[in-house]
C-alpha cells in the first residue's frame, strides 16, 4: 500500500472477528517494527506474541478477573 | 513509495547538503505525525517547526557534541558512536527542518508512580516515527536528536514554551549528502526477537 495510505488509513480497532490472521502477514509487520530506530543502535528489544488462544486466556486472566470482580 | 519500501530504507542521515525543503514537502511530513495516535484520543501536540537558518543556528548551539574516542570500531554500535557522536550539532547545523514536537505533559516522569507518565511521552514517539517515515517517502534524510542534562529546559527557554509540555525528540531533517556515513545494522528479525506465546 502506498505510504500516505497508510497513514491515512490507520484507526485504533477495538473489536474483533473470529477470523484467523495470516500468520506470514503478522511476521511482516513485525518485521517493520524491527526497522524502527533504536537511540543505541542495539535494538535492544524482544517482543511475546500470543497467538495461541489459550495463552492469550492465560495471559490476560488477571486482567479478565479485574473486570469481572 | 510503497509503505514497505519506506520503512527499509528509513536510516539515521546526520549530513545534509545545502537545500531547502519545500513547504508542501514539510506540510505533508507534519501532517503524517499528525496521523499517530496519542493515547488520550486529544493529539495534544504543538510541532515547533524551525526552517529559518538562523534560528536553526542559534538552536544548535544548546546541543553539544559527546566525545568519542573510538578509534577503530568493532561492533556496529561502536561504528553509530563514532558516527553519531561528533555529529549531534554539526547534523543540526546542516539541517534544512528542525522539527520540535511538544506534547502536553499531564503526568511527569519523574513523579511517576503508576506508569502513567509514559502513556503521553510514548505516543508522542508514534508521532515522531511518523514524521521519520514521512521524511523517508519524500525522499529526505532524517534524524532525531534526544534532549538530554539541560538542554530540554535550554531550548524551552530559547523557544519560549509554555510550562507543562514537554518534548521527546528534535526530528532533524534535510537532503542527504552522497554517500552520507551510515552504520553496520545490528541483527533484529522476527527469528532472534520474537517470542511466541510465551518467553
Known amino acids: 500500500m502506498e505510504f500516505h495510505e497508510v497513514i491515512e488509513k490507520r484507526r485504533t480497532s477495538r473489536e474483533w472477528t473470529d477470523k484467523e490472521v495470516d500468520f506470514e502477514a503478522i511476521k511482516r509487520r513485525i518485521a517493520a517494527g524491527m526497522k524502527a530506530p533504536s537511540w543505541d543502535h542495539c535494538r535492544g528489544w524482544q517482543l511475546i506474541v500470543l497467538h495461541e488462544r489459550e495463552e492469550k486466556e492465560r495471559a490476560f486472566a488477571y486482567a479478565k478477573a479485574a473486570a469481572t470482580a | ?199
Open chain 2, 1 to 199: 513509495m510503497e509503505f514497505y519500501e519506506v520503512i527499509n530504507k528509513r536510516r539515521s542521515i546526520r549530513q545534509f547538503v545545502d537545500r531547502e525543503i519545500p513547504r508542501e514537502v514539510l506540510e505533508r511530513i507534519l501532517d503524517a505525525g499528525l496521523k499517530a495516535p496519542s493515547s488520550n484520543h486529544q493529539r495534544r501536540w504543538e510541532l515547533v517547526t524551525l526552517t529559518d537558518k538562523n534560528i536553526i543556528m542559534e538552536l544548535a548551539k544548546f546541543i553539544r557534541p559527546y566525545p568519542c574516542r573510538i578509534g577503530e570500531p568493532k561492533t556496529p554500535q561502536q561504528e553509530m558512536f563514532k558516527i553519531a557522536y561528533p555529529r549531534q550539532r554539526t547534523m543540526m547545523e546542516e539541517a534544512a527542518c528542525v522539527i520540535l514536537p511538544y506534547f502536553k505533559q499531564k503526568y511527569p516522569l519523574s513523579e511517576d508512580k503508576n506508569g502513567y507518565g509514559l502513556m503521553d511521552y510514548g505516543a508522542a514517539w508514534a508521532l515522531v516515527e511518523n514524521m521519520l517515515l514521512a521524511a523517508t517517502a519524500e525522499g529526505l534524510g532524517s534524524v532525531v536528536h534526544i534532549p538530554v542534562k539541560k538542554e530540554p529546559e535550554q531550548i524551552k527557554d530559547f523557544l519560549k514554551v509554555p510550562d507543562g509540555w514537554a518534548l521527546p525528540a528534535l526530528v532533524v531533517l534535510g537532503y542527504a549528502v552522497k554517500d552520507p556515513l551510515l552504520p553496520t545494522q545490528v541483527k533484529a528479525t522476527v527469528e532472534n526477537k520474537v517470542h511466541w506465546n510465551k518467553w
